[in-house]
Nanobody
């Protein structure tokens, strides 16, 4: 059974850091396309970053080098290191199996986690 469980969210001050993790079961992260997607209240989902056998792609419209996606094949986990956080980064962050921009365009949410809340505020 495919399961994705996010963790690591919380409340941080602007300029702070968080490391989000996604525990995956049912498939191997080392051979799968994976994404981080976020959604703020009242807004549509935004693709954050993706990793696949073709490499890493990131939404530079707002990330601007502040976030780093990675995976650990041994632990079968996906990670998002978030630095220099801004209030605008406040959202529910999801990990998902697939390429973020495709998942958003098709509306597919079958292989998304439950999300972990990130709140950036002073």
């Amino acid at each position: 059974q495919v399961q994705l469980v996010e963790s690591g969210g919380g409340l941080v001050q602007p300029g702070g850091s968080l490391r989000l993790s996604c525990a995956v079961s049912g498939f191997k992260v080392s051979t799968s396309s994976l994404s981080w997607i976020r959604q703020a209240p009242g807004k549509g989902p935004e693709w954050v970053s993706s990793i696949s056998i073709s490499g890493i792609k990131t939404n530079n419209d707002f990330v601007k080098g502040r976030f780093t996606i990675s995976r650990d094949g041994t632990k079968n986990t996906l990670t998002l290191q978030m630095d220099m956080l801004k209030p605008e980064d406040t959202a529910l962050y999801y990990c998902a199996k697939g390429l973020g921009w495709n998942l958003i365009s098709t509306g597919e949410r079958t292989h998304w986690g439950q999300g972990t809340q990130v709140t950036v505020s002073s």
